[in-house]
C-alpha cells in the first residue's frame, strides 16, 4: 500500500493550485484525477462556452493565458491553461485515477481508488462547487420533452426539433438562451431573482469594479442572498445581460418554474419583481462606480447611455403562468439550476444535512481534511480562478502548520502536578 503525507482529490483549478502550493513548501503529496486534468472544462460544459472573466484577471498569479488580456477565454484554451500551468512545476498528477471512498483511520486517512489503495495523513478534496447536476423534482420525466441538464448541453443541433424551455436566469441558462435563439429556435426563458451587474462600465470590467470596491474579499453572501443567481457573461467579447433586451430580440420570459400537471408547467408571478430587483442591483453598481471614480478623481469617460432601461416587452406586460408544453411545441426543457455537493466518498460526520461540508476557510472538522474550490470558502472570490489559487495557499499553509507540531519532540522533559 503506498503512503503520502498528502492526497489531493481532484486536478481542476483547486487541484493543481494546491499541487504548486504543497511543491513550493516541499510537502510530499500526489494528485488523483478521475480522468484528465480540468476534464469538467472539457467535456462538461457546452461547446461555445468561454470563461466569465477576463484572461488578465481570471488566471493564476504566475502564468497567463495565451490570448488578449481583455479576451474571454474558450473552454478548451482554460483546460489547456491548466495543463501547462501543472507542467511548469512537475505536478505529481496521476489521471485515470477514481477515488472511491476516503476514511478516517487511526489518525490517517484509507484512500480506496480504482487503482488500489493508498494511506495519507493530510487529504484535500480539489473537486470543485460543479458536482452533482441540481433538477428540481417539477416535471415528471414521462411528461414528454427530452429533459437535461446544462452540464449534458452542448450545442443546438443535439437537441431535438421544436422549442426550448430554458429555467434558469444564471449566466449558463442565458448564454444557453441566447445560443438557441440565435440558432432559430423558438425560446422560453424562466428566471428567477438575480444580480446583475454591468459587463463593463466607464471603461473598466466587472471584475475591476468588484475589486476596487472591495466586494471580491466579502466573507458571506449577506442574509437571505446565499443563493441569489448571478446573471454575467463572458460570451460575445463581453457583453451586460439584459433580459428586456433579449425578450425584445424574441425570448419569451417567464417568472419562476413552480408546478406541473396535465402537460401545463406553471410559473410565479414574479417575472417584473425579478426584473426590477435585477435592474435596482445593476443601476446600485453604476451609482458605487461613479462615487468611486469621483472620490478619487479618475479620468474616466462618462457613459450615460448605460442607465438606460429598455421598455417592457409584451411577455413582460401581459406575463404568461401556465405553459401548455404541447402546444407551445416544447421538444425540450433544459434545467440550468444549479448543482449539488456530492462528497459521499467521504466517509466523515464533518457534513451538514444538505451534504454541504462544515468548514473555516476549507479547514474541515474532521482532521486532516480540507477542503479547496467551495463557494464563499473564505470570500466572494474563491469558486473563481484567481480566487481559489488563493485559498489553496491557506490550505496548504496549515498543512505545513500540522506538520511542524507532529515534528516538534521537544527539548525539556514534561513536567507532571505531582513533581517537586
Not at 235 to 256: E, K, V
Request: glycine share 10%.
Amino acid at each position: 500500500m503506498e503512503e503520502f503525507d498528502t492526497v489531493v482529490v481532484g486536478a481542476g483549478q483547486a487541484g493543481v493550485a494546491t499541487s504548486e502550493h504543497l511543491t513550493n513548501l516541499g510537502i510530499e503529496h500526489v494528485v488523483l484525477e478521475r480522468a484528465r486534468i480540468a476534464e469538467r472544462w472539457r467535456t462538461e460544459r457546452w461547446d461555445s462556452l468561454v470563461a466569465n472573466g477576463p484572461a488578465w484577471h481570471d488566471r493564476f498569479p504566475n502564468a497567463m493565458f495565451q490570448c488578449d488580456d481583455d479576451a474571454f477565454p474558450d473552454k478548451e484554451s482554460v483546460a489547456a491553461y491548466f495543463e501547462a500551468y501543472a507542467k511548469q512545476f512537475n505536478a505529481p498528477i496521476r489521471t485515470g485515477v477514481n477515488v472511491t471512498a476516503v476514511t478516517p483511520k487511526d489518525g490517517a486517512f484509507l484512500i480506496e481508488t480504482t487503482q488500489g489503495k493508498i494511506t495519507a495523513r493530510h487529504v484535500v478534496a480539489a473537486t470543485g462547487p460543479f458536482q452533482k447536476p441540481a433538477i428540481p423534482p417539477i416535471v415528471p420525466s414521462d411528461a414528454g420533452p427530452l429533459q437535461i441538464h446544462s452540464s449534458a448541453y452542448r450545442n443546438p443541433d443535439q437537441l431535438p426539433e421544436g422549442a426550448v424551455l430554458v429555467v434558469g436566469g444564471g449566466s449558463s441558462g442565458v448564454q444557453i438562451a441566447e445560443e438557441l435563439m440565435e440558432a432559430g429556435r423558438p425560446v422560453y426563458l424562466s428566471i428567477g431573482p438575480h444580480d446583475r451587474p454591468p459587463r463593463r462600465y466607464r471603461q473598466r470590467d466587472n471584475v475591476w469594479w468588484l475589486g476596487v470596491l472591495g466586494k471580491w474579499n466579502a466573507d458571506s453572501p449577506g442574509l437571505g442572498a446565499e443563493h441569489v443567481t448571478i446573471a454575467v457573461s463572458g460570451a460575445h467579447g463581453g457583453r451586460t445581460i439584459d433580459f428586456r433586451r433579449l425578450a425584445h430580440r424574441g425570448i419569451t420570459l417567464l417568472g419562476m418554474a413552480k408546478g406541473y400537471q396535465d402537460g401545463i408547467i406553471k410559473f410565479s408571478n414574479d417575472l417584473r419583481n425579478n426584473l426590477n430587483a435585477g435592474d435596482a442591483n445593476y443601476l446600485s453598481v453604476l451609482d458605487e462606480a461613479d462615487a468611486y471614480i469621483a472620490k478619487y478623481g479618475l479620468d474616466l469617460p462618462t457613459e450615460p447611455h448605460a442607465r438606460t432601461i429598455p421598455e417592457d416587452p409584451d411577455c413582460v406586460k401581459t406575463p404568461i403562468h401556465e405553459l401548455d408544453l404541447s402546444k407551445a411545441g416544447i421538444g425540450t426543457i433544459l434545467w440550468a439550476t444549479g448543482f449539488h455537493f456530492d462528497f459521499d466518498w467521504i466517509n466523515s460526520d464533518t457534513f451538514d444535512d444538505q451534504g454541504r461540508p462544515r468548514h473555516q476557510r476549507g479547514v474541515s472538522e474532521e482532521p486532516g481534511l480540507y477542503f479547496v474550490g467551495l463557494p464563499w470558502q473564505s470570500r466572494r472570490g474563491s469558486s473563481f480562478i484567481w480566487g481559489v489559487w488563493h485559498d489553496a495557499k491557506f490550505i496548504a499553509d496549515q498543512i505545513a502548520i500540522q506538520r511542524s507540531y507532529m515534528a516538534y519532540h521537544g527539548s525539556a522533559a514534561i513536567r507532571t502536578p505531582d513533581d517537586t
